[in-house]
């Protein structure tokens, strides 16, 4: 049974920085791609970032590139997702998913999510 684990939220001032973390037991295969989403108050939930298992290979929202990074611990199968530079627009619950699919920018490629984890970022 795949679970899928975020932790690292919290409170953290704009300009600081927080690192999420996603533990996924039940495995990780090479063809997955591990992302994050993020769902703020009153808003879609939007993607964040995703990895391929595989190759590494990432991709980032607009909003995120150059601020946030993703990778991947393979051995402990673990995903995690450094934010730097913060503003009070990151404030959101942030997800990681689990899916293999072509598009890692779609909710829909991703099975398994977990529950979540807030970042609220004040001004």
């Known amino acids: 049974q795949v679970q899928l684990v975020e932790s690292g939220g919290g409170l953290v001032q704009a300009g600081g920085s927080l690192r999420l973390s996603c533990a996924a037991s039940g495995g990780i295969f090479s063809s997955n791609t591990m992302g994050w989403f993020r769902r703020a108050p009153g808003k879609e939930r939007e993607f964040v970032a995703a990895i391929t298992w595989g190759g590494g290979s990432t991709s980032y929202a607009d909003s995120v590139k150059g601020r946030f990074t993703i990778f991947r611990d393979i051995f402990k199968n673990l995903v995690y997702l450094q934010m730097n530079s913060l503003k009070p627009e990151d404030t959101a619950v942030y997800y990681c998913?689990?899916?293999?699919?072509?598009?890692?920018?779609?909710?829909?490629?991703?099975?398994?999510w977990g529950q979540g984890t807030q970042v609220t970022v004040s001004s």
């Open positions: 998913a689990r899916g293999s699919g072509l598009d890692s920018r779609l909710e829909s490629t991703y099975a398994y």
